[in-house]
Structures are given as C-alpha cells and as structure tokens.
Nanobody, 120 residues
Framework: QVQLEESGGGWVQAGGSLRLSCAASGRTFRSYAMGWFRQAPGKERQFVAAISKLGDSTRYSDSVKGRCTISRDNAKNTVYLQMNSLKPEETAVYYC?????????????WGQGTQVTVTS
C-alpha cells in the first residue's frame, strides 16, 4: 500500500483559490487511481474528485464541477487538486485517497488530511 501525505491547505477568502497536493510513497503510484474527499465538522465525508491511474479520466462531484481540477504527476508520485472560486461552505478537512480499482471506487488508503478554511 502507499502512504499519502496532503499539503497546501490553509485560510482563503471566499472566491479565492488553493492548490492541494498529495504526495505518495512507494514506486507503484501509477497502479493507483486517486481521489480527493472532504469532511466538514459534523458532516459525512464527501467525494470531491477522482483521477484514473494514468490521468486520462477524471470525475467530479456536481458541487465542484467547473471550479476544481484534479491532476497527477506520476513521475513525482503526486496528485493535485486546484480549487477556484471557493465558498465558505467548502471549509473542511480535505483527504486524498488511493485505490487499485479501475472503477475509481472503494478507496482503501487514506492520508491524514489538510484543513481548508474559507472565510466570508
């Protein structure tokens, strides 16, 4: 299994942008599809975006479609989430996750998360 470490969280004003990164350990990064999720206080974890093993397919939740872009650099073992036009309700801990399933579901490796706070 890979180990995942997120970075790039912080404070941003509504309408601003952040770029999250998730670095993976190991030499098998390209065998994992990657996803980003978020969890706000008192709420269930929510899917944000996913990218296939080679980066040729992506999927987004309706709430972020058009404002966020997921990408990956397999040479750097890193996946990114570019978030634009952020809203206060998107304040949450953001997690990256990995799965070997081609369907980009059933994630079984998770990072510790990075806090994103969007102020109004």
């Amino acid at each position: 299994q890979v180990q995942l470490e997120e970075s790039g969280g912080g404070w941003v004003q509504a309408g601003g942008s952040l770029r999250l990164s998730c670095a993976a350990s190991g030499r098998t990064f390209r065998s994992y599809a990657m996803g980003w999720f978020r969890q706000a206080p008192g709420k269930e974890r929510q899917f944000v975006a996913a990218i296939s093993k080679l980066g040729d397919s992506t999927r987004y939740s309706d709430s972020v479609k058009g404002r966020c872009t997921i990408s990956r650099d397999n040479a750097k073992n890193t996946v990114y989430l570019q978030m634009n036009s952020l809203k206060p309700e998107e304040t949450a801990v953001y997690y990256c996750a990995a799965t070997q399933a081609t369907s980009m579901n059933d994630y079984d490796c998770w990072g510790q998360g990075t806090q994103v706070t969007v102020t109004s």
